[in-house]
């Protein structure tokens, strides 16, 4: 039914989420590092620290790395030299590890949907991703 957008957990402001989605106009494909068809949600992160438009995106933070977004050749680099680039991960407690743990009926707020992601769209929080019917 109902949606609620995606958010970014590396974007705190408002501006800053308006500039995560302007850097989204960039990307052109989605490479999933895993079979993402069994994932209720996956966690959607806008990293700014690339250095690199093509090649994966490395992941220092907890979970692992399930996917990534890949620039367009000519996607500009910010000021410092690097690229606004989309993570997708998941933690060792989530619903796609532990079924009847934690988030059995609920999702994490950086959770999306990953039948929803495709490049340039930030990927939206449904039903599915949440286990249930979404809160009001």
Known sequence: MGRLAGRATASSS??????????????????????VGAFDYVRQTVARLSTTRRRPVGWNGTGRRVGYSVLK???PSGDTGR?????FWVKDYDRSEQPDGTYKTSA???AVDPRTVAPGVMGELTERAWGGPLPD
């Open 14 to 35: 408002g501006g800053a989420l308006l500039e995560d989605r302007a850097a989204l106009e960039h990307e052109e494909q989605i490479i999933w590092t895993e079979d």
């Open 73 to 75: 050749s000519d996607a």
């Open 83 to 87: 690229f606004v680039r989309r993570v």
């Open 108 to 110: 994490p707020s950086e």
